[in-house]
């Protein structure tokens, strides 16, 4: 009894049980429900994207190298040297090589990767998605190897069994070029989820410079920069550290840049995409409104003829589509954000049972999903400014009936 008539008379019109009435707000809340519920899901998966693009895939990799054959000995001044460099948090001396694991009748291409464990934990986190045998397993003359669970399976190997490495270059016999092979150790095993789990070998870097016959050098140095997008002018400070004519730097942002600015690009797009999708359910609700005013026809007649004003019809209607609008988008966005919170678990529960792979040609193996509050807010604010927009039309053209004329045919 305290509130405006205006407010009184739309909620009155939204809670109103007139089966014509009421199914008209039923579509229009439906529709804002499934626009924004969409656009939620779809904006936290992208998020998702980002979060394992920022936290696993540059976690994992060197943010850059510093490519160039570089002797062995005096590599831990040459790492003291460019750990003092602004923005660099860690570095590590590495070999790289092409190479293939054979074993069980099967065999796969890799990327043999010759790392020291210790200074190769302060620029990946590779460490952490080991869960047999460690990092640490890869010792000097072991001839260990760490790799990926899927290629584990692929060559039908476990932690301890035998593999052996094919390398590239040739050995010269009696019977003519045969290529070099070399058996090695299955020290470890990990799975990150992501595309490293293809081809990534790990082996100690005294290992992988007898098999390649290195004769003491390394392919380069990894770093890790405190700041991900200022990595290109910290390597190349770097690289005059150690001598630019000795060495050239290598970012992540050459190998995965354009992958992460496509996240960012698609991201938006399909923000803007799915707030049209939002605007038709807004128009869906000015149509709705439309035939609400066609159907109270009447009762603004004898609202006006009782005194009411212009305002306090503009008020009723645009109460009645905020109304619908603040149910639409409240429960748009729980059934979004509850999607998004069960969306990761529903992939893997129907790739486990229905083996149903569409994450295959993605960076990660799996379906992430992050929920900010700040797109909670946007979308939110996004759906009832909309909302609210899409009731003025209605609102105004049931202020402009004229009571006589709907009168004379009720």
């Known amino acids: 009894m305290f509130r405006p008539l205006a407010i009184n008379v739309g909620l009155r019109y939204a809670s109103s049980r007139r089966s014509f009435v009421s199914f008209i707000s039923a579509v229009a809340i439906g529709g804002l429900v499934l626009s924004v519920a969409v656009l939620l899901l779809v ?12 936290q696993r895939i540059l976690g994992l990799v060197p943010h850059a190298q ?16 460019v750990r003092t460099v602004e923005g660099v948090t860690g570095a590590a001396p590495y070999v790289q090589e092409n190479g ?27 460490g952490q998605f080991v869960f047999e045998g460690s990092l640490e397993a890869l010792q000097p003359g072991s001839f260990g190897v760490v790799l990926s669970r899927a290629l584990a399976e692929r060559l039908s190997l476990a932690a301890g069994d035998s593999v052996m490495a094919v390398l590239p270059e040739g050995s010269v016999t009696l019977v003519g070029l045969i290529p070099r092979q070399k058996r090695l150790r299955v020290a470890g095993i990990f799975d990150t ?15 992988a410079q007898r098999m390649f016959r290195l004769s003491g050098v390394v392919s380069g140095l990894s770093l890790r920069v405190s700041d991900v997008f200022a990595v290109a002018t910290v390597a190349a400070a770097a690289a005059d550290r150690i001598g630019s004519d000795r060495i050239y730097p290598v970012t992540w942002m050459r190998s995965h840049g354009n992958l992460y600015r496509a996240i960012g690009f698609q991201r938006a797009m399909m923000f803007l995409l799915l707030s049209l999708l939002v605007a038709v359910a807004a128009f869906n609700l ?33 109460t009645l589509g905020a109304t619908i609008g603040v149910i639409g988008v409240v429960i748009g966005v729980a059934l979004g954000a509850g999607a998004a919170l069960l969306v990761e678990d529903g992939y893997r529960l129907l790739h486990d049972r229905f083996h149903v792979d569409l994450m295959s040609q993605y960076f990660v193996t799996y379906l992430p999903s992050e929920i900010r509050m700040g797109d909670v807010l946007l979308v939110t604010g996004v759906a009832l400014a909309l909302s609210l927009l899409s009731t003025l039309y209605p609102a105004w053209r049931a202020a402009a009936l004229e009571p006589a004329e709907v009168l004379r045919h009720e």
């Open 43 to 54: 904006t936290s998966v992208m998020n998702g994207f980002e979060r394992e693009m920022r």
């Open 66 to 81: 510093l490519r160039g054959s570089l002797a062995s000995d005096g590599i831990e001044d040459l790492i003291a040297s």
């Open 100 to 126: 293939l694991l054979a074993a069980n009748g099967a065999s796969s291409g890799v990327v043999f990767h010759g790392i020291e464990p210790s200074s190769f934990r302060t620029i990946s986190n590779l």
């Open 193 to 207: 989820h992501s595309e490293f789990d293809a081809r990534g070998v790990y082996i100690a870097l005294a290992d």
């Open 286 to 318: 000015v149509s709705a409104l439309i035939m609400v005013v066609n159907q109270r026809q009447g009762d603004v007649a004898v609202l006006r003829t009782l005194g009411g004003d212009s305002r306090t019809i503009v008020g009723s209607f645009v």
